[in-house]
């Protein structure tokens, strides 16, 4: 099941807002294993640098016919 981070991200922020209201030290407690609970969700998830990445493969160059009357095979050969 793949789970949004916005949508966790939303929970953790309802989660802190509740530990800043709490009454308790207990209840500030919960609330907090409750975020990190949630951040472990996010963690587990795999991340883009962890897949696998297929980068495309490069084309053959070709060398352009630049003419007889040119300096050379260089843009900077004068």
Do not use: W
């Amino acid at each position: 099941m793949d789970i949004s981070v916005t949508n966790v991200f939303a929970k953790i922020e309802e989660e802190i807002a509740k530990a800043k209201d709490a009454s308790s030290s207990q209840a500030v407690r919960e609330h907090i294993y409750a975020v990190r609970a949630l951040c472990d969700i996010i963690l587990q998830q795999p991340s883009p640098s962890t897949q696998e990445v297929t980068l495309p493969q490069p084309t053959t160059i070709e060398r352009l016919d630049i003419g007889a009357d040119a300096n050379g095979r260089s843009l900077l050969d004068f």
